[in-house]
């Protein structure tokens, strides 16, 4: 089973902008949750309070948006897994592309991909007290 949230979005701000948005710890904080924590590489750590609850989780791929002599030319994408205590673990990601007027597009998938999971090996968060991420690729 797959679970899956998707949400499609057209921002009148540059690409870089919205990417900064979503990438800032500070900003994060502004809208996502109350304190951010990100280590912006592949395999960095990640952490969101809100209020008394805390996400935690790890960076998957930080492909920033792609300029050319100041110019937005592609997109970027992040990717990040997290969750709540006992909570199984869930996947966001989320793309930015430029729009034809200047604006941008920002596409948001959260999944709860199981059968990967499974099919990897890679142990759920919160099951029997396991953890989630890179580590435990690398240690298998």
Avoid at 36 to 48: E, I, K, M, N, Y
Avoid at 64 to 72: F, K, L, M, N, S
Avoid at 78 to 83: D, R, Y
Wanted: net charge negative; aromatic share 6%; charged share 30%.
């Amino acid at each position: 089973m797959t679970d899956r949230i998707e949400r499609e979005l057209r921002l009148s701000a540059s690409t870089a902008d919205v990417w900064d948005a979503l990438t800032d710890p500070e900003r994060l904080s502004g809208w996502l949750a109350d304190e951010v924590s990100l280590d912006l590489r592949p395999g960095g750590t990640a952490s969101f309070r809100h209020g008394e609850r805390l996400r935690r989780g790890w960076i998957e791929e930080v492909s920033p948006p792609d300029t050319e002599a100041g110019r937005e030319a592609g997109g970027g994408r992040l990717a990040f897994w997290w969750a709540i205590d006992d909570e199984p673990a869930t996947r966001v990601e989320l793309t930015v592309e430029p729009a034809e007027d200047d604006g941008t597009h920002l596409r948001v998938v959260e999944t709860r991909p199981l059968e990967l999971l499974d099919a990897i090996g890679i142990p759920l968060f919160g099951s029997g007290g396991a953890t989630f991420g890179p580590e435990l690729v690398a240690a298998r």
